[in-house]
């Protein structure tokens, strides 16, 4: 079992506000990335990291930033969110070991601005 | 064109009945796949890894890989109300530090009790 935490799970707040959703995982895994996900639809890249002070833009263009200062941290955040941010974002992490391409996620941070 | 494609569904099948999901790709270096099983407002959870060709079986799932036709296969026997999800593909190539893993859409999938 994944052990890949995001806070909060569920989030309502209005335009123009800045939120920062949490990542953490326990299992020292170097790669993280956060995904775009709207209901019902495909997975999109946005941001990922192979390693502390390592961080690189994903597939899909987004306007949220991300930082890595710590290992098992990979916080994200919108600094002025706007009803187009709403969406659920997924973080993950990936093994290197063994079954080394497999990739675990958390439960998802819903978001929705107002 | 998407390297890898999986039909949206959505399937609704009886319960007991056995469930075939599908994945096409293009790229022939992919030797990793993987399945993903997504509940509603929830995190997508691996379900099965496989590497290279051949079946791969887990109590009532099966996964399997035909790579000279670039096509991987899900079986879920005895279908539950339960299994009711979006199931995503997933694969990479030979591992490396700019190896990507690439996701097909999902198919969601729907058992009737």
């Known amino acids: 079992e994944a052990d890949i935490y995001q806070t909060p799970r569920y989030l309502v707040i209005g335009t123009g506000k800045k939120i920062t959703l949490e990542c953490s995982q326990t299992?020292?895994?170097?790669?993280m990335y956060w995904y775009q996900q709207d209901p019902g639809m495909e997975l999109h890249l946005i941001h990922y990291?192979?390693?502390?002070?390592?961080?690189e833009k994903g597939d899909l263009s987004s306007e949220s930033t991300v930082s890595r200062i710590r290992t098992e941290h990979f916080p994200l955040t919108l600094e002025s969110a706007r009803p187009s941010h709403t969406s659920q974002y997924l973080c993950a992490s990936r093994s290197q070991t063994g079954s080394g391409n497999t990739i675990y996620f958390g439960e998802g941070s819903w978001l929705t601005v107002v | 064109q998407k390297e890898v494609e999986q039909d949206p569904g959505p399937l609704s099948v009886p319960e007991g009945a056995i469930v075939s999901l599908n994945c096409t790709y293009s790229n022939s270096a992919f030797q990793y796949f993987m399945w993903y099983r997504q509940y509603s407002r929830k995190g997508p959870e691996l379900l099965m890894y496989t590497y290279s060709s051949g079946n791969k079986e887990d109590g009532r799932f099966t996964a399997q890989v035909d790579k000279s036709s670039k096509y991987i296969s899900l079986f879920i026997r005895d279908s539950q109300p339960s299994d009711s999800a979006t199931y995503l593909c997933?694969?990479?190539?030979?591992?490396?530090?700019?190896?990507?893993?690439?996701f097909g859409s999902g198919t969601r999938l729907s058992i009737r009790p």
């Open positions: 990291s192979y390693g502390v002070n390592s961080t």
């Open positions: 997933a694969m990479s190539a030979k591992y490396s530090s700019a190896s990507k893993i690439i």
């Open positions: 299992m020292g895994h170097d790669k």
